[in-house]
T-cell receptor, first 117, second 114 residues
């Protein structure tokens, strides 16, 4: 069982609200990721981080932002939520390997299901 | 275009039966292939990982195979249990970047009935 946590697990909010999805891991992993997943669809990478003060945008364009001030913490923020942001958001982490990123296993949190009305 | 295709999209089997899930990919250059299990409302959990030189890997009742020449993989589940009901996701990693980009399939939704 991976030690990676996400809160809240479920969130229902109105349009225009600012929200922050929390993600924490206790494994000391340098790399962390945010994915967006709609029902029956594949996971899409929206943000990733190689370590403290490192953040990059992923393959899927997202209006969200992330920060990495501490190794264990990788929060995702939406400044003004819209119904199109309704989705499941999954956080993951992996241990940086000397050989590069291809062989790393990503450990996923339980996800946050977001519904924007 | 998704470079990882899984079939079937959904599958219903009776408890105790075996089943095989398929994954075809076009990702190149290939690094490794993983199968993940995702329970409803949970994050994916890694079941197996195979590199180019490996053609089979087992994890309990789960056995994954890989044919790197035809770019196909399968996940065989023996003596299915109710707890096997989940989405099974095939994930292929390339060697094109330090990040080791992951390509996700849409998953096969398996339902095991008593």
């Amino acid at each position: 069982e991976a030690d990676i946590y996400q809160t809240p697990r479920y969130l229902v909010i109105g349009t225009g609200k600012k929200i922050t999805l929390e993600c924490s891991q206790t494994m000391g992993h340098d790399k962390m990721y945010w994915y967006q997943q709609d029902p029956g669809m594949e996971l899409h990478l929206i943000h990733y981080s190689y370590g403290v003060n490192s953040t990059e945008k992923g393959d899927l364009s997202s209006e969200s932002t992330v920060s990495r001030i501490r190794t264990e913490h990788f929060p995702l923020t939406l400044e003004s939520a819209r119904p199109s942001h309704t989705s499941q958001y999954l956080c993951a982490s992996s241990e940086a390997m000397a050989s590069g990123g291809a062989a790393e296993t990503q450990y996923f949190g339980p996800g946050t299901r977001l519904l924007v009305l | 275009k998704n470079q990882v295709e899984q079939s079937p999209q959904s599958l219903i089997i009776l408890e105790g039966k075996n089943c095989t899930l398929q994954c075809n990919y076009t990702v190149s250059p290939f690094s490794n292939l993983r199968w993940y299990k995702q329970d409803t409302g949970r994050g994916p959990v890694s079941l197996t990982i195979m590199t180019f030189s490996e053609n089979t890997k087992s994890n309990g009742r789960y056995t994954a195979t890989l044919d790197a020449d035809t770019k196909q993989s399968s996940l065989h589940i023996t003596a299915s249990q109710l707890s096997d009901s989940a989405s099974y996701i095939c994930v292929v990693s390339d060697r094109g970047s330090t990040l080791g980009r992951l390509y996700f399939g849409r998953g096969t939704q398996l339902t095991v009935w008593p």
